[in-house]
Nanobody, 124 residues
Framework: QVQLVESGGGLVQAGGSLRLSCAAS????????VGWFRQAPGKEREFVAT????????PYADSVKGRFTISRDNGRNTVYLQMNSLKPEDTAVYYC?????????????????WGQGTQVTVSS
């Protein structure tokens, strides 16, 4: 079992930065693929970024590529999402997720564990 708790959300002006954290509990977290997703009001949950525990590869959604960076600290059981050059369209609830296994996926229905989410609001 893995439990995830996000933090770091808030209100920021366009062009600003935020760093989200996702603290994980549970054994063997280092062997889980981790991902960040977001959901804006009235929209479906969408993929943002993910990281493979095997080779460290980091696919990103096109909408955030070059602005967001996912990273993890296995010693602290924590995953981060550094968000720079934020835009109003980045406003959403951000969720971290984890799945066991080797497959790297962008599909939210293929992740087994989810945090409660943290709100990010970007004002124009």
């Amino acid at each position: 079992q893995v439990q995830l708790v996000e933090s770091g959300g808030g209100l920021v002006q366009a062009g600003g930065s935020l760093r989200l954290s996702c603290a994980a509990s549970g054994r063997m977290f280092s062997s889980y693929n981790v991902g960040w997703f977001r959901q804006a009001p009235g929209k479906e949950r969408e993929f943002v970024a993910t990281m493979s525990w095997i080779d460290g590869s980091t696919p990103y959604a096109d909408s955030v590529k070059g602005r967001f960076t996912i990273s993890r600290d296995n010693g602290r059981n924590t995953v981060y999402l550094q968000m720079n050059s934020l835009k109003p369209e980045d406003t959403a609830v951000y969720y971290c997720a984890a799945r066991a296994g080797a497959v790297v996926t962008t599909r939210p229905d293929e992740y087994n564990y989810w945090g409660q989410g943290t709100q990010v609001t970007v004002s124009s």
